[in-house]
């Protein structure tokens, strides 16, 4: 099912009075501009993908509950709309896409302690030294005839 269709459905059918309103710049118009959903559900789709990474699934609910919102943003924003149920959608749609993208993307974090060091002119990287944490990490270092290190 398309997003456009899944709008429908959740807004109460193609008689939804707030979908008729939010498509058409008509006041008396007597039914959804299925032209501007279509953008709207466009724009949705076209965030998701923007920020969570890949393409809006209709058969995954959770992409549905997103990209519904989305759009009902969207209509919105066309509309031309400053008020709190526009900010309220915004805010919504965004923290929503915020979200789903925190439980799906590994986002690289690290705990380490380890500090980048100056560069010393003269001195060998701590990965050449004979102590320090790499040392045990090297997997073949050369040796002089008597079978001692060269570093």
């Known amino acids: 099912m398309a997003l ?10 193609s008689g939804s009075v707030r979908l008729r309103q939010l498509t058409n710049y008509d006041n008396t ?17 076209g965030e998701f993908a923007r920020i969570v ?3 809006l699934d209709t058969s995954i609910p959770t992409d549905v509950a997103i990209g519904v919102q989305g759009t009902m943003y969207f209509l919105e924003l066309y509309k031309g709309r400053s ?8 805010k919504t749609f ?15 974090d ?3 302690v380890l500090q980048a ?11 050449d030294r004979k102590v320090g944490p ?6 073949f270092r050369p040796t002089n005839i008597s079978g001692e290190d060269e570093s």
């Open 94 to 108: 965004y923290s929503m896409l915020q979200n789903f993208r925190e439980s799906v993307v590994i986002l690289p």
């Open 134 to 139: 790499f040392r045990d990490h090297i997997p």
């Open 29 to 45: 118009a007597t039914s959804i501009d299925d032209t501007v959903l279509s953008a709207a559900c466009a724009d949705a789709a």
């Open 117 to 127: 060091s100056l560069e010393r002119a003269g001195s060998k990287p701590d990965m």
């Open 110 to 112: 690290t705990n380490s």
């Open 4 to 13: 456009a269709d899944e709008v429908k459905t959740r807004m109460g059918g």
């Open 53 to 55: 990474g890949r393409a």
């Open 83 to 90: 008020s709190a149920i526009f900010d309220q959608a915004k």
